[in-house]
Every structure is written in structure tokens, then in C-alpha cells.
T-cell receptor, first 114, second 111 residues
């Protein structure tokens, strides 16, 4: 059984388009995250939700909008895609709580903007 | 700002030898440290973690050492195998329950 899953795995689109990436976790975790990994493998936190509430919102263009319909899902919608949005996007989840917990990652979505 | 960094971006090791991947951190208030392995085309995978009340923790073929005096973290992999080829990340537990990530070290196994 896949613990953290993302769809699609690959996404190729034109500049200016709007696209969404979906994430689901079946671990019963309370906290979910979106990360962006650039070509140099650097991982940058974008958002974090705890029980459907936004708790981390790093300096990310407002073209990026996360949505959490329930605590098992955290989707990422991107408006007006730009070339610089090309990257691998990872969803992750953790138990949450009063201290930092281990995060479990999905397989990633490779976004290519042409 | 706070940061976690790695000394070596690429490490080549002979198959069967031990690997040591190093990491420096700057936030002395961090109390949680973790290592991840990322294979090509996959997401980061948890390897081992350690809390600041410990100096050493062992797993299966892996050992994490924490030196709080010099703010240094290392991952030791015993008897390195081809399947250990990956990018390894260290991360520290920072404020707001975030993980602060290092830049990653690519481990290459020579046959």
C-alpha cells in the first residue's frame, strides 16, 4: 500500500496554463507538506497544513494555492505557470504534535513548463 | 539565517568500504536531526534520526553521530553497497516544527 501518493507523476504544460497536483496519505497523519526541489536537488518547504489548517506558508508566489479538503489530502493548484516553476514537487506528511516529527514523502511530481 | 550545510557535495566510495557523510548545522537550539536518502526518481526516504539528548544512534548498517559542541552531524554507512547510491540529506528540527534541510550529498559507489 502506498503511504503518500501523488498524481500525476509527470506534468508537461505550456506557460500561462493552470494546473493541479494531488496528494493523499493513508498514514493517518495530521500534518501535510508541499516541497519544491530544484535541479540542484535543494528542497524548499512551500506549505504545511495541520488538520486542514495552514500553518506554514513560506515566501511563495500567490499563484500557488494549496487546498486541503480533509486531513488525508493536500492538493496544490498553480495558476499562470511560469518557466521557473519547472521543478519536482514533493508532498509529505507527518504525525504532527508538539515537536518536529519524521516526514514521509510521496514519489514526486515532475513539472515541466514549456 | 539558520542553515544546515554539507561539507561534500559528492562522495565516491569503493563498494564494501564504509561511507561517512558529514553535515554542519548552525542552530544550537535544534533538538532533532534526521537523515534522508533520495534515490533517482524517487522521494526522500527516512533513514535514521537522533534527538539532541543522544550522541549516537545505530540502525541497520547506519550510524548517526551528533556532536553538539561543534554542531556537526554525520551518517556512517557500513559496508557500502551499490544500492546505497543516492543523494543523502541531513535536516534539523527548527522553529515552527519545520525541518531545515541541507543541500544534499551525492554518494557514488565504485565497483
Amino acid at each position: 500500500d502506498t503511504a503518500v501518493s501523488q498524481t500525476p507523476k509527470y506534468l508537461v504544460t505550456q506557460m500561462g496554463n493552470d494546473k493541479s497536483i494531488k496528494c493523499e496519505q493513508n498514514l493517518g497523519h495530521d500534518t501535510m507538506y508541499w516541497y519544491k526541489q530544484d535541479s540542484k536537488k535543494f528542497l524548499k518547504i512551500m506549505f504545511s497544513y495541520n488538520n486542514k489548517e495552514l500553518i506554514i506558508n513560506e515566501t511563495v508566489p500567490n499563484r500557488f494555492s494549496p487546498k486541503s479538503p480533509d486531513k488525508a489530502h493536500l492538493n496544490l493548484h498553480i495558476n499562470s505557470l511560469e518557466l521557473g516553476d519547472s521543478a519536482v514537487y514533493f508532498c509529505a506528511s507527518s504525525q504532527g504534535g508538539s515537536s518536529v516529527q519524521t516526514q514521509y514523502f510521496g514519489p514526486g511530481t515532475r513539472l515541466t513548463v514549456l | 539565517g539558520e542553515s544546515v550545510g554539507l561539507h561534500l557535495p559528492t562522495l565516491s566510495v569503493q563498494e564494501g568500504d564504509n561511507s561517512i557523510i558529514n553535515c554542519a548545522y548552525s542552530n544550537s537550539a535544534s533538538d532533532y536531526f534526521i537523515w534522508y536518502k533520495q534515490e533517482s526518481g524517487k522521494g526522500p526516504q527516512f533513514i535514521i534520526d537522533i534527538r539532541s539528548n543522544m550522541d549516537k544512534r545505530q540502525g541497520q548498517r547506519v550510524t548517526v553521530l551528533l556532536n553538539k559542541t561543534v554542531k556537526h552531524l554525520s551518517l556512517q554507512i557500513a559496508a557500502t553497497q551499490p544500492g546505497d547510491s543516492a543523494v543523502y540529506f541531513c535536516a534539523e528540527g527548527g522553529l515552527n516544527y519545520q525541518l531545515i534541510w541541507g543541500a544534499g550529498t551525492k554518494l557514488i559507489i565504485k565497483p
